[in-house]
């Protein structure tokens, strides 16, 4: 585990605003997310900025350097230093030397604010979308019926902070019989992702044992991010993309999505 230092205070994952409501002549209050700048910063090169819920910070810079590749394992990164500021948050980086030189030539660079709702925002061209992507296993694999429904049936459960706003998205690591083991929220299902990505690498759960459960759609940036991991199997609960699919039949990744009845359909 590499050194982590944190200055300054966590803001909250949400807040709590007052409301006219139009239905009564009473306010209301409703919980929002709160949606913060954070500064990827390597050896004092800035990478990204993007917008995210500011939770689960570590499992962000681990997951999101792992995912972008900026690094390939958590070794590689010698002190993180969690900084917190009225204007967002920063992650200071020292990384390997090693890595750093490789990163400095990469040629999959960002250079652009990445929203919440962006997983690909600053790349310099296309290229990164349409290559082919490798498989991660040689024959996809099968989740049972029964572990894919007992997943979704606990899923909302275990979502705090969208259970407070009804506004944010999850991404869950669930076990091959169906029991959750990991959720990571925020309000970009990809940065949502990163953070499970990160949480998992930090608790040393291997990608093949079990599969990823997302609140949404299922959309190329999951599906790559998955793929970079070695993830085998994907349930969302919203339908894939017809360029997701595509990218998941390269990589021989399974998805699963819920359909209008509440059941489940396997894609490919």
């Known amino acids: 585990m590499f050194p982590v230092d944190i200055i300054g205070k966590p803001p909250p994952a949400s807040e709590t605003i007052e409301v006219d ?16 700048p954070v500064a990827f910063v390597y050896n004092r090169r800035n990478y990204a900025v993007m917008l995210a819920t500011p939770a689960d910070m ?3 810079a681990l997951g999101f350097s792992l995912t972008e590749r900026v690094i390939n394992a958590s070794a590689e990164i010698e002190h993180l230093e969690i900084n917190h500021s ?6 200071f980086f020292k ?11 990469q040629a999959r660079r960002r250079n652009l604010v990445g929203t919440a709702g962006c997983g690909l925002c600053g790349l310099e061209n296309a290229d990164s979308i349409l290559a082919p992507l490798a498989p991660v296993i040689e024959v996809p694999v099968k989740i049972s019926k029964a572990a894919l429904e007992q997943a979704m049936r606990d899923f909302a459960s275990l979502q705090p902070i969208n259970q407070r ?10 076990h091959p019989d ?29 990608s093949t044992d079990g599969f990823l459960l997302m609140s949404s759609r299922c959309s190329y940036e999951i599906i790559d991010k998955a793929a970079r991991r070695g993830i085998l199997a994907i349930l969302c609960l919203s339908a894939p993309t017809n ?6 039949r390269q990589a021989n990744i399974t998805i699963y999505a819920r359909d209008k009845t509440g059941g489940v359909k396997r894609m490919g």
């Open 178 to 206: 169906g029991t959750i083991n990991l959720v990571r929220e925020d309000v970009g299902r990809h940065n949502a992702l990163d953070k499970l990505i990160g949480a998992m690498a930090l608790a040393e759960i291997k």
């Open 165 to 174: 706003t009804k506004s944010v998205h999850g991404a869950a690591w669930v």
């Open 95 to 105: 990384i390997d030397a090693d890595r750093l030189a490789r990163f400095d030539v």
């Open 243 to 248: 360029l997701a699919l595509n990218k998941a």
């Open 86 to 91: 009225e204007n967002g948050i920063e992650l």
């Open 58 to 60: 570590m499992d962000f």
């Open 21 to 36: 409501s139009l239905d009564t002549p009473h306010h209301g209050r409703w919980h929002v997310p709160e949606e913060t």
